[in-house]
């Protein structure tokens, strides 16, 4: 049932990005995630018991399904197969569940979807309109939004700006999708934001909201990419500094109108960038 209580892993169990669709499409089962938990955390005795050091210890949030599929069809991307088009849950929905979690003492709120930033554009609503209800709440909380498209922060920043700047205490993360610094390989990715644009948008955010912390994902060796482009995704890191970064190689999925583009990149050049930009950008994992 969407909304019950579930653990979201910790950050470093989310490197295999099988794993990741997994999570994506089923965060809010509570089968789904205690069966992961108790493989991390029997991984982790295991390392103990060898003298190994163990991964992070899990953290509890209350996620919240705010809506199925998604509005883009980027071409390496399968789980839009499963998933289909944008479907958003009512605004009350959420607040209930919203509410539901707040009452049973839960602190750790996590939105969750394919893509957080088109939440409501097929119900007449947005994700700066849910916020504003969410935030008009009273409660000890702080939210956590991932997966937000660059676009659909470019388009919201000069509402979601001042939001996070007006609840400090209230707005733990934001997970920005960024996927490359080219803007000739975001088109070849079907993503419609430029660079530019998502650069300024998250540099506005640094500058009126500080304290919130930025976490973003690009995909290393898309079919085409060259040194150049690869270095272009570097630079934009760089300037940002993010938080975290998490390193997805590009690969094949079924399906996936990528599969079909010329000019794969070897996995060996895939791998040498991969280490580049892990030695180069703190925060960043694979």
Not at 19 to 44: H, P
Not at 247 to 254: A, K, L, M, S
Not at 279 to 284: E, Q, S
């Amino acid at each position: 049932m969407p909304g019950l209580l579930d653990y979201v892993l910790a950050y470093r169990l989310f490197r295999h990005s099988f794993f990741l669709s997994l999570y994506k499409r089923f965060s809010t089962s509570r089968g789904f995630l205690k069966t992961a938990v108790n493989l991390s955390e029997g991984f982790n005795s295991v390392k103990r018991r060898l003298g190994l050091t163990a991964r992070d210890p899990i953290t509890p949030y209350f996620n919240i399904r705010i809506a199925e599929g998604c509005a883009f069809k980027c071409s390496y991307c399968s789980i839009k197969f499963a998933t289909g088009r944008i479907r958003s849950k009512p605004v009350d929905w959420i607040m209930s569940e919203f509410r539901a979690g707040l009452a049973a003492g839960h602190r750790l709120i996590q939105l969750v979807c394919e893509d957080t930033g088109c939440y409501g554009i097929d119900i007449g609503s947005s994700m700066p309109a849910l916020l504003r209800e969410m935030l008009a709440v009273d409660g000890d909380y702080q939210l956590i939004l991932i997966d937000f498209g660059g676009y659909w922060l470019v388009k919201y920043v000069d509402e979601l700006t001042p939001l996070f700047a007006a609840n400090p205490d209230r707005i733990r993360e934001l997970y920005v999708s960024l996927q490359s610094g080219s803007d000739r390989v975001l088109k070849a990715m079907r993503r419609p934001e430029k660079a530019a644009d998502v650069r300024a948008a998250l540099l506005d955010v640094k500058r009126l909201v500080p304290h919130l912390k930025l976490r973003t994902t690009v995909i290393v060796g898309f079919p085409g990419e060259t040194e150049e482009e690869f270095e272009l995704t570097i630079g934009l890191l760089r300037e940002i500094g993010f938080d975290a970064v998490e390193i997805n190689r590009y690969e094949d999925r079924p399906g996936a109108y990528a599969t079909t583009l010329p000019d794969k990149i070897p996995p060996a050049t895939i791998e040498r960038r991969v280490e580049r930009l892990m030695r180069t950008i703190p925060g960043a994992r694979s």
